[in-house]
């Protein structure tokens, strides 16, 4: 059976091909996500795979007060619409509270739901309610067997329209490490997403500025697409060391191409009938 069939209900619309959602951690200003766009598209197009763009709107989860947050929700809302409708192209952002679920429905086609926010009711039926595709990310102290639940709550709000994105699980205090075997387990749930850029993140350094592995995103990626993975999730720059949120673990945008070649082979290679 292949990817078109088993996820008919839930808003996939790549089939069998490796779904590509990227962009930058924030929207941090309309020419810089124009430009990211723009070469997340030419590379995406080249490659015939398919492109939700992604940018958060707000970033909630910060370690220190003085940290980047955002240029204004709907100032920003306003650019991911922008770029979606000159691009063609779908697009989503996170959401933090039951009361963010319908205002960003307005201007993306997914909703994500951050990994420390994927028990929370309220939100995830918010965001079921809105009839987006709903994707959720897995939380780094979860089990991928314990994500059924988080499915099965927007499923029973009346919405089959989910999917996962595995993140990484908490090593430690300051890492990340992906265990492969949930790709699989969590595949018979809903279509599984691999975010191969916060995966490699060094949280809850003492500085307060969350550290990164990029060095490992390709080996990352193409380990979990062998594993089962049906897309990947990646945040891009231009400039990283410029990037106001996640700098650190960003892939910069004139490596997507090399690496997207490499994962669309892999992609093939595993396919099945």
């Known amino acids: 059976m292949n990817a078109s069939e088993r ?16 962009g930058p951690c924030a929207i941090e200003g309309e020419a810089v996500a124009m430009e990211i766009a723009e070469g997340v598209v030419e590379v995406c197009n080249a490659l015939e795979l398919p492109l939700i763009f992604k940018g958060s709107y707000r970033k909630a989860n910060r370690s220190r007060l003085d940290s980047f947050t955002g240029i204004g929700d709907e100032n920003a809302l306003e650019i991911l ?20 679920a319908a205002l960003a429905s307005g201007y993306v086609d997914v909703l994500q739901i951050p990994a420390f926010l994927c028990r929370q009711t309220d ?3 918010a965001a079921a309610q809105t009839g987006k595709v709903v994707n959720i990310k897995k939380g780094q102290f979860l089990s991928p067997e314990a994500m059924q639940h988080a499915v099965v709550k927007v499923e029973e709000s009346g919405n089959p329209r989910v999917w996962l994105t595995e993140r990484g699980t ?3 205090y300051q890492d990340m490490v992906v265990d492969m075997r949930g790709f699989p387990v969590m595949a018979r749930m809903a279509p599984v997403i691999a975010d191969i850029t916060h995966s490699l993140q060094q949280p ?14 390709a ?15 990646i945040e891009t720059h231009p400039r990283p ?7 650190a673990n960003m892939l910069a ?10 994962l669309k082979r892999v992609h093939a290679a595993v396919q099945v009938d």
């Not at 809850?204 to 995103?217: F, K, M």
């Not at 979990?224 to 999730?233: D, Q, T």
């Open 204 to 217: 809850n350094q003492t500085s307060g500025v969350t550290g990164g592995r990029p060095e490992l995103i």
């Open 7 to 22: 996820y008919k209900d839930s808003g996939w619309t790549a089939g069998d091909r490796l779904q590509i959602i990227a």
């Open 241 to 247: 060391a410029e990037a106001l949120s996640d700098g």
């Open 123 to 125: 939100l995830l039926v």
């Open 170 to 172: 908490m090593l430690g």
């Open 253 to 262: 945008l004139d490596q997507l191409k090399d690496l997207l070649t490499q």
């Open 81 to 100: 619409a922008k770029v979606g409708e000159y691009f063609s192209v779908p697009t989503t952002t996170d959401i933090h509270s039951a009361d963010e």
């Open 219 to 233: 080996t990352i990626g193409k380990a979990a697409v062998a594993s089962g993975a049906n897309g990947v999730f």
